[in-house]
């Protein structure tokens, strides 16, 4: 035999030196819910995350800072008595978001922080725009979208990150900050995003599941990969900074196919029901959490991902520290 590549495999000295991609704290932005209560509210279905007061949730960006994580990623659990069909209370300059985000650039600027927009949170229908009877109407939404960016990054966002999935919100947004002399705040868009069932609990822990119909209407369906191109082109064209993929693993391909397509840094989001799964299996004793956490974001990295949000920053960043 010529060609033996287990000569390559032989000592962990060989192995790290042609290690062809790596996992860093660095690339890992964690995905944080904060609410109005003194109390953290567990998430059942995502074990080790809760809602977390703004106080408690500076702590645990402190700690992500000293674990060296590029950021946080913001999400509002609002009450329901908060949440009205337009969405208003995201434009509150005193809500809970921007206190939040406030807060954080206050205490730790160092984390990049990147701000959901999109109007599921605060709105009573769950949805991420504006339902007029059995439509999400786009026009209605993007430009409650565009002042909900611009309320973000007055009050402190790194990145604005619209999460919706609204057609042409990407120009509107750019252009409203840029107006509003923000022109250093990123948009980081969810571009190619899908209507995937993985998302469960990330629904629990804001309590913001459609409260009728489903999201295939403006989410991606996950049959396709050629409108990726498509919908990364548009969002490039109208000035997005970093696009996102989303889900995460089962959608490694799109990544992939995204790597080589833009640019542009490019996002996974290894999302709530992927964490979940991992945490349920390991907790039945059927797999390790630890190395299953690393390998699934190790194979995000393969595959094209140069940032990562992930529930399991935390944990990823302290095992690399071993
Ligand atoms: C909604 C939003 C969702 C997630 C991030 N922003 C859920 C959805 O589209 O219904 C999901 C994140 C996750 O599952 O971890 N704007």
């Given amino acids: 035999m010529l060609q033996r590549p287990r000569r390559n495999r032989r000592t962990a000295a060989i192995r790290a030196m042609v290690q062809e991609n790596h996992l860093d704290p660095s690339h890992l932005v964690l995905p944080v819910f904060v609410h109005e209560h003194a109390r953290p509210h567990p998430i059942a279905s995502m074990p080790g995350h809760s809602r977390l007061s ?23 659990a609002l009450n329901e008595n908060q949440k009205d069909a337009h969405g208003t209370e995201s ?15 206050q205490q730790v600027p160092e984390l990049v922080l990147f701000t959901d927009v999109a109007l599921d949170p605060y709105s009573s229908d769950g949805h991420d725009g504006v339902v007029v009877g059995d439509r999400i109407d786009n026009e209605l939404t993007v430009p409650l979208l565009a002042r909900m960016a611009v309320a973000q990054a007055q009050a402190g966002a790194d990145f604005v990150a619209p999460s919706d999935m609204m057609d042409g919100r990407i120009f509107a947004i750019r252009r409203a900050l840029d107006e509003a002399g923000y022109f250093e ?15 469960g609990p990330f629904r629990d822990a804001l309590d913001s599941a459609p409260r009728s119909g489903d999201k295939k209407t403006y989410q991606m369906d996950p049959a396709n990969l050629r409108e990726a191109g498509r919908e990364i082109k548009l969002d490039e064209e109208e000035g997005a900074d970093i696009l996102m993929v989303k889900p995460g693993l089962p959608y490694a391909d799109v990544l992939h196919f995204v790597r080589h397509n ?61």
Avoid: W
């Fill in 54 to 76: 703004i106080s408690a949730m500076v702590e645990l960006a402190q700690r992500a800072r000293a674990l060296g994580l590029a950021g946080l990623a913001l999400f509002p």
């Fill in 91 to 105: 434009l509150n300059p005193d809500g809970l978001m921007q206190r939040a985000i406030r807060t954080l650039k």
């Fill in 185 to 199: 705040v990123g948009v980081m868009s969810y571009a190619v995003k899908y209507a995937s069932a993985f998302y």
């Fill in 262 to 322: 833009t640019s542009l840094p490019v996002a996974a989001y290894h999302v709530s029901g992927e964490y979940a799964m991992l945490k349920a299996a390991a907790e039945r004793g059927f797999i390790d959490f630890d190395a299953c956490l690393l390998e699934s974001l190790l194979c995000l990295r393969r595959a094209g991902a140069d940032v990562i949000f992930t529930y399991g920053a935390l944990e990823a960043a302290q095992l690399l520290a071993k």
